[in-house]
């Protein structure tokens, strides 16, 4: 548990800075629209690759436990899964927030979000699977199974903007200055530092409820 201090601690003083920067000291945008709006980015733009990165976490150890079966990678699989699952729904909110002030309503069925919307239902299915199996491998490879299949909602999500025509502005069209890049980059390292600072709390928390349950 001592492991997850540090990088937590590291991750409270970069989102604190982070967010006194994009929040404080950033001018409004030009843009009428935009104005102080812009500012869910700080908050979004993470909270989005902290998920990518949580689902492609939870899909190698998936694969990973299927080759071993080795129960370790479950526990991590999951874990990920769960981090992953809460960020994205961070990033769906906060995306609904910005798209009521750029596009006039909280959803528009935009690309973007009608494809992380089914990224959002097939990890809510994952979980919902897994609790309905009691035989702890069973319930380790149905979802490594699952979670394999739920990471292609991931590539569809990325490539939405760029397959079909979407409101959302692509990964490509960003301009990201030196102004919004010292306030966007201590966040997105900050929400890193604290999806690790979880995976290291609920790993271990979740060998010692395994242990228990061996133990009785």
């Known amino acids: ?13 970069l989102f604190t800075y982070g967010s006194y920067v994009g929040l404080v000291v950033l001018p409004p945008a030009v843009e009428p629209i935009l104005h102080n709006n812009y ?12 998920a990518y990165t949580a689902f492609t976490v939870t899909l190698v150890t998936s ?8 129960e370790k990678y479950d526990i ?21 927030i910005w798209a009521k002030a750029a596009w006039g309503a909280y959803w528009n069925w935009d690309p973007r979000e009608t ?21 702890p491998s069973e319930k380790a490879k149905v979802s490594s199974v699952l979670a394999i299949l739920c990471y292609a909602t991931i590539p569809l999500s990325y490539l939405s903007t760029k397959l079909f025509f979407s409101l959302h502005p692509t990964t490509s069209s960003l301009q990201i200055g030196f102004n919004v890049g010292r306030a966007l980059g201590p966040m997105i390292l900050a929400f890193l ?15 010692i409820e395994r242990e228990l349950e061996v133990g009785y």
Request: net charge positive.
């Open 76 to 96: 991590v699989s999951v874990s990920s899964a769960k981090a992953g699952f809460f960020m994205i729904t961070a990033a769906l909110i906060s995306g609904s």
């Open 1 to 13: 548990m001592k492991k997850a201090l540090i990088p937590m601690v590291v991750a409270f003083a």
């Open 193 to 207: 530092l604290m999806y690790a600072s979880f995976m290291i709390v609920d790993v271990r928390l979740s060998e």
């Open 63 to 70: 694969v990973t436990y299927l080759i071993k079966r080795d």
């Open 115 to 135: 494809t992380v919307l089914i990224l959002w239902a097939a990890y809510s299915a994952y979980f919902a699977i897994r609790a309905s199996i009691d035989e």
């Open 39 to 50: 500012r869910i980015l700080f908050f979004h733009l993470p909270s989005a690759i902290t």
